[in-house]
């Protein structure tokens, strides 16, 4: 398999980033994103929308860099999946 692909939500739930929001984490966020990536890191979508309130730049980083972390481990299972 080349380099899979994964989506994972983020958003700033209660002041804290949190990588896979649930729906009443989700509805309540003050900040939610969706982040389509490569395992490797590359970039396929990003979309972010200030909810409650508006972010900084290091916030909207600390959502990406999260985000990364969730999508290579998804990547790692789509990768071993496809070694079974």
């Given at each position: 398999m080349p380099d899979p692909?994964?989506?994972?939500s983020c958003?700033?739930?209660a002041g804290q980033p949190v990588l896979d929001l649930d729906?009443?984490?989700d509805s309540e966020?003050?900040?939610d994103g969706n982040f389509v990536m490569t395992g490797g890191g590359r970039l396929v979508?990003?979309?972010m929308s200030a909810e409650g309130a508006t972010f900084s730049r290091a916030q909207m980083d600390e959502l990406m860099d999260l985000a990364a972390a969730?999508?290579?481990e998804l990547a790692?299972?789509?990768l071993?999946?496809?070694d079974a």
């Open positions: 692909v994964a989506a994972v958003g700033i739930y729906y009443p984490e966020a003050g900040v979508e990003v979309q969730g999508v290579r790692a299972i789509q071993a999946a496809a």
